[in-house]
C-alpha cells in the first residue's frame, strides 16, 4: 500500500534561516508528489508539484522540491525562512493512474522564531 | 466560481444527531473529493466524484456517512447518527482530471469543522 512519511513532527528554525522538510513515500511507480501549507483554521494550499520531467520544481512562495528516485523522497527547501512560513506542511501522494486521491504525510509544523 | 466553497464553517451536533455538509466545486472541474481531518493532523480519504457519480469510495465507513454529487446542487456530505469520533474537519477538493502528463491538480475548500458534543 502507498504511504507518505514525514520525519519530523516539528521542526524550529530562525527567520532568515534555510529550511528543509523531509517527505518519503512507499509506492511502485512514479507518483504524483504534492506540498501543501496549511495555515491555522485555513484549508490547504498547494506549494508546488512533481508530476514527471525536471527533478526540481519551483514552487509558490519561494519553496522548492526536489524529486529523487533512489531514495523515495521530495523533500522541501526554502533558502530563507520569513515568520509568516509559520504553518503546517503536508506532503501528499497520488497514484498516477488512479483516481486522483491523495494519501497524505503526518505533516510537519514549522515554527519560526524572529 | 473560482473557490472551493464549503459549508457551513463550524457545525455542532449532538451525539445521534444527523449532520449535513456542503462543498460547491470550482465551477468547470469534474472531479469531487472528501477528506476527514482528525485532531489537527491525519487526513483521511473519504470519497470522490466524477461529476455526479461515485469515483472511488474505499475510504467511506460503510455505515452512518453518505454523499452526493447532483447537478446544479452542491455536492454533500451527510452522517447520520454522529458519534463523538465523527468530530473532524471536513474538506473538500475539486480538480479537472488528470490529463497525459498529469497537469491538474485538487483545489480545497476552507474545510466544515464538525463537533459532536
Known amino acids: 500500500a502507498q504511504s507518505v512519511t514525514q520525519p519530523d513532527i516539528h521542526i524550529t528554525v530562525s527567520e532568515g534561516a534555510s529550511l528543509e522538510l523531509r517527505c518519503n513515500y512507499s509506492?511502485?511507480?512514479?507518483?504524483?508528489l504534492f506540498w501543501y501549507v496549511q495555515s491555522p483554521g485555513q484549508g490547504l494550499q498547494l506549494l508546488l508539484k512533481?508530476?514527471?520531467?525536471?527533478?526540481l520544481v519551483q514552487g509558490i512562495k519561494g519553496f522548492e522540491a526536489e524529486f529523487k528516485r533512489s531514495q523515495s523522497s521530495f523533500n522541501l527547501r526554502k533558502p530563507s525562512v520569513h515568520w509568516s512560513d509559520a504553518a503546517e506542511y503536508f506532503c501528499?501522494?497520488?497514484?498516477?493512474?488512479?483516481?486522483?486521491?491523495?494519501?497524505f504525510g503526518q505533516g510537519t509544523t514549522l515554527q519560526v522564531k524572529p | 466560481g473560482e473557490e472551493v466553497a464549503q459549508t457551513p464553517k463550524h457545525l455542532v451536533r449532538g451525539e445521534g444527531q444527523k449532520a449535513k455538509l456542503y462543498c460547491a466545486p470550482i465551477k468547470g472541474h469534474s472531479y469531487v473529493f472528501w477528506y476527514q481531518q482528525v485532531l489537527k493532523n491525519e487526513f483521511k480519504f473519504l470519497i470522490s466524484f466524477q461529476n455526479e457519480n461515485v469515483f472511488d469510495e474505499t475510504g467511506m465507513p460503510k455505515e452512518r456517512f453518505s454523499a452526493k454529487c447532483l447537478p446544479n446542487s452542491p455536492c454533500s456530505l451527510e452522517i447520520q447518527a454522529t458519534k463523538l469520533e465523527d468530530s473532524a474537519v471536513y474538506f473538500c477538493?475539486?480538480?479537472?482530471?488528470?490529463?497525459?502528463?498529469?497537469?491538474?491538480?485538487?483545489?480545497f475548500g476552507q474545510g466544515t469543522r464538525l463537533t459532536v458534543v
Open positions: 509506492y511502485g511507480a512514479t507518483p504524483y
Open positions: 477538493a475539486s480538480s479537472q482530471w488528470w490529463t497525459g502528463d498529469g497537469g491538474t491538480e485538487a483545489f
Open positions: 512533481y508530476f514527471s520531467g525536471d527533478t
Open positions: 501528499a501522494v497520488a497514484r498516477s493512474s488512479n483516481t486522483g486521491k491523495l494519501i
